[in-house]
Each structure stands twice: as structure tokens, then as C-alpha cells.
């Protein structure tokens, strides 16, 4: 993998946390290829059309999928490209883990003798362009900080809505301190990169449920970095406004996330408090 493509990856990992928006989207699609396949739907055709070189039903399987996500996200104005972000590192966890399937490590290679997107969605090649080859570490990295994230997103929902017993309430609070305690450590030695930047800001988040957390027995202190004094400042003003928007929260948007999480599906929640911020 070429420096540049290292670079690219790790110059987003601000965009994680909205990740959960399309691995909602992309589950539902993958859940719903079969029954494209089973019809006269013109992307389930033309994927069929391409199939007998690589892979038969798989080939089939992927190719609906992944263009009904790009022509999904291509409707939506403005165009933003986190769902291509999120798509290539879901294209880099299936290559790593079905390593003899190389279908996936073509993709993001570019490829262009697979014939699997579909050229009539207007920004295809925009996409296709981003769909890069990311390291190990950088996906190692990437599934920190969605684990980060889900357990906070589980905090933070349930408590707004109530109903949860204190008990559910720090398990979540609990495993986010141990994910998070072992991954800054990383960071002692070098925290100026984008990557620490991110966990520095995830404390930041969940610290602004303090009072809680600290009713909560046997919870790990959250460790700092030492010497990232001034990058956790940065951080507490940058999300100084959170508290105020979690809070005006309407009990049914609040009621739509917890229902999501249970997925780890579309979170209305993230995109309300990060309005502001990507």
C-alpha cells in the first residue's frame, strides 16, 4: 500500500462515528439482495449479466449490494462521500477475514475487468476512487473506535430516555472504560496523530456523563495522556455544545436511536449531535 493511501485513511478517522449510519444501510441491503436477485431490477440484471467470470452468486450478491448503496447515497444532496469511507473499510474487513475470496481485495485494487458498478449512477467513479486499501493497523484502529462508540451511543441513549436500571447503565459505561484504557496507552509515546486525537475526544464525550459514571462501582478511571493537556482543552471545546442538544431531545427521536442500536442500526442521535461538527 502506497503512503498516500495510508495518509487518506487515517486523515478520517474523525467520520467513524457516523459509520453506524451506514452499516445500518448496508445491512438492510445486503438482507434484501436475494429477493433483488429474484427479480427484473435492472442493477440485479446487469450484475447477473457479469457474474459467470468471478464468482457466480457471490459476485451477484456483492455487485446488488454495493450498487444499491452507492445509488442510495447518490440521491442524497449534497453528495458526501463518509459512505465511501465506510464502505472501504467494510470492503478491507471481508478481505481480511475471507482472505482466499478475492473479490473484495480486487475491488479495492480498481480492478476494472470485474464490470461491478454500475456506470449509469452519475458519481460511480468518485466513488469507486475511494475505496482504498487500508493497513492493518488502521483497521485495527477503525474497529476501536466503532467499539468506542457503540458502547457510548448505548450510555448516553438509554440514559436520556430512562427505563434502564443503573446496573445496564455501567456495564456500558464499564466495557467503554476498558476499550478505551487499552487503546490510549498507545498513545504515550506519540499522540500527535489523528488517531489519539479521536480517543482524547471520546473521553471528552464521556466525561460529560461524569456524574454518573462515578456511581458506578469497580468503572476504570479514564487514563490521560501525559502532555496532551492542551489537545484535551481543544477537545472540551469543541464539544462543549453536546450536553445542550442531547438534552433538548425529543423522547421519540430518543426511542427511534435505542430501537436502532439494538442493530446497531440507523442512529438519528449521532447525526443530531455531530451537525455541528463534520
Known amino acids: 500500500m502506497t503512503q498516500k493511501t495510508l495518509k487518506r485513511s487515517m486523515l478520517h478517522y474523525e467520520h467513524v462515528k457516523t459509520f453506524p449510519t451506514y452499516a445500518s444501510k448496508l445491512k ?165 496523530n489523528k488517531y489519539c486525537k479521536e480517543l482524547i475526544e471520546f473521553k471528552v464525550r464521556f466525561n460529560k456523563y461524569k456524574s454518573f459514571t462515578d456511581t458506578c462501582p469497580l468503572i476504570q478511571h479514564l487514563s490521560s495522556i501525559p502532555g496532551a493537556n492542551f489537545q484535551e482543552l481543544e477537545a472540551i471545546k469543541k464539544y462543549s455544545h453536546i450536553e445542550e442538544h442531547v438534552s433538548t431531545y425529543s423522547t421519540d427521536t430518543l426511542m427511534t436511536a435505542l430501537k436502532a442500536l439494538g442493530g446497531v442500526a440507523v442512529l438519528l442521535l449521532i447525526i443530531k449531535v455531530n451537525k455541528n461538527v463534520f
Open 28 to 192: 438492510d441491503l445486503e438482507r434484501f439482495s436475494n429477493i433483488s436477485y429474484n427479480t427484473n431490477d435492472p442493477i440485479a440484471t446487469r450484475c447477473k449479466t457479469y457474474a459467470n467470470s468471478f464468482g457466480g452468486f457471490i459476485f451477484i450478491d456483492l455487485c446488488i449490494t454495493l450498487n444499491k448503496y452507492f445509488k442510495y447515497y447518490d440521491h442524497l444532496k449534497p453528495v458526501d462521500s463518509k459512505h465511501c469511507e465506510y464502505l472501504s473499510y467494510w470492503l478491507n474487513k471481508k478481505s481480511k477475514l475471507h482472505n482466499a475470496v478475492s473479490l473484495y481485495k480486487k475491488i479495492l485494487n480498481g480492478d476494472s475487468s470485474l464490470n461491478i458498478f454500475d456506470r449509469t449512477i452519475p458519481n460511480i467513479d468518485e466513488y469507486k476512487s475511494k475505496l482504498v486499501n487500508l493497513s492493518d493497523e488502521v483497521v485495527k484502529n477503525i474497529d476501536t473506535l466503532n467499539d468506542l462508540n457503540e458502547q457510548y451511543l448505548f450510555l448516553i441513549t438509554k440514559y436520556e430516555i430512562g427505563g434502564s436500571t443503573n446496573d445496564e447503565l455501567c456495564r456500558y459505561a464499564a466495557k467503554f472504560a476498558e476499550i478505551y484504557n487499552s487503546a490510549i496507552s498507545e498513545c504515550f509515546k506519540d499522540f500527535n
